[in-house]
């Protein structure tokens, strides 16, 4: 893994207030192995096993590692952790007893466990996460659920995972496709930690170096996908992304794309790389250090355009905006809305139920509708 390069100095604030997370990360090859043992490290006694169809064979390695801890199991999740889903996973935890949870996968799989996690009596049941894919889930405190096309998010200590496994290998043979959508999500964390309410020097330069890593990565990994170094990369640059976005919070980008993948169920990874060179576009401009750091570390691997509002700046790096666009293009991520399925009238739609949220630019339905129709049409920023 490559050393973190610096792409900017940081001029720090007259004063802020940081908040560190606690929580312990084991990253290598092979890690996977190392899972009963953090289990049996914090002294849980009765493990609940949550996996995604496609981690069902690491699965039932930790299922026999676990031994006289394993309780029981859940195999298959959905997306955007749909109540009903939850509802039968705190039933199997209280069933069987669990005060433990590992949860392998990504986002929808972290997603469950910590439904199950937040609503368990005094907060009893703990988790430990072994992602497969570049989520970032496993890093934050956020937990989601969706009922009534409606999504709910919320923030709530009960639900951070103890520890987080990162094995390469489990995301290996993780496809190209879903790799590219899976990394825009990650990427979508570190540029949306510089300008939340809560953005401090600490998340930026975390964001940052996050979004080096990823986009470098993602670069790479399309050469070479099943390299253990990139991939590793990767991981490390989701830890990074999940950190930022932790302590950050979440804001006009994120709240977007909860309201379209609750309301419309439209695929999380994906609206993601939609929206964001959108937002970027408004908001951007607003947090001119933070942007020209991200614009530094993002010119390693997106090329400059030549020209236009999307073109490079004067030192040849490109617009954030237009870099993440391209990047996502070039990975073959879709950046359109209607080629997820959104029709123009949900986009009006969507444009007159959002709730305005703090925003380095004032929110307005006008403004929403202006990103939601470029994020539609997929037009290059």
């Known amino acids: ?77 959905a997306q955007h952790v749909p109540t009903e889903v939850a509802e039968s996973a705190r039933a199997k935890a209280r069933e069987v007893g669990a005060d433990g949870i590992v949860a392998i996968g990504g986002g929808s799989a972290i997603g469950l466990a910590k439904a199950v996690a937040l609503t368990s009596t005094g907060g009893g049941v703990v988790i430990v996460a072994v992602p497969t894919t570049y989520a970032g889930s496993e890093m934050t405190p956020v937990w989601g659920e969706t009922a009534g096309g409606s999504k709910t998010t919320g923030t709530d200590l009960r639900v951070l995972p103890r520890v987080v496994v990162y094995d390469p290998v489990l995301s290996q043979r993780l496809p190209k496709k879903v790799t590219a959508a899976s990394v825009a999500n990650a990427i979508a964390h570190c540029v949306e930690a510089v300008w939340t309410p809560k953005a401090d020097p600490i998340t930026e330069t975390t964001a940052v170096e996050g979004l080096r890593a990823l986009a470098n990565g993602l670069r790479d990994v399309l050469d070479a996908p099943t390299d253990l170094d990139t991939r590793s990369d990767l991981l490390y640059g989701a830890c990074l992304a999940g950190s930022a976005l932790a302590t ?8 977007l794309c909860h309201l379209l993948g609750g309301t419309y169920n439209l695929p999380h990874a994906e609206t993601h790389a939609a929206v964001l060179p959108q937002v970027a576009r408004i908001n951007a401009p607003a947090v001119p250090q933070a942007k020209a750091r991200l614009e530094a570390a993002l010119a390693t691997a997106s090329p400059a355009s030549a020209g236009g509002p999307g073109g490079p700046d004067q030192a040849g790096r490109p617009d954030l905006a237009g870099g993440l666009f391209d990047l996502f ?6 950046t359109s809305l209607r080629e997820l399925g959104l029709t123009e009238e949900q986009v009006n739609e969507a444009a ?14 006008d403004l929403v509708r202006e990103i939601l129709t470029r994020a539609w049409a997929g037009t290059r920023p």
């Not at 950050?248 to 709240?255: E, I, M, R, S």
Request: charged share 20%.
């Open 329 to 334: 293009v070039g990975a073959g991520v879709p």
């Open 1 to 77: 893994m490559p050393r973190p390069v610096e792409p900017q100095p940081v001029q720090p604030r007259a004063g802020f207030v940081h908040t560190f997370l606690p929580g312990r990360v084991v990253l290598g090859a092979g890690s996977l192995d190392q899972v009963a043992g953090e289990v049996e490290n914090l002294g849980v006694r009765r493990v609940l096993l949550v996996a995604t169809k496609s981690a069902r064979d690491a699965a039932d390695v930790v299922e026999v590692q676990l031994g006289d801890r394993f309780a029981g199991r859940i195999d298959g999740v």
């Open 248 to 255: 950050a919070g979440t804001g006009l980008h994120h709240k």
């Open 352 to 365: 007159k139920a959002f709730r305005p949220t703090d925003n380095p630019v004032p929110v307005t339905e």
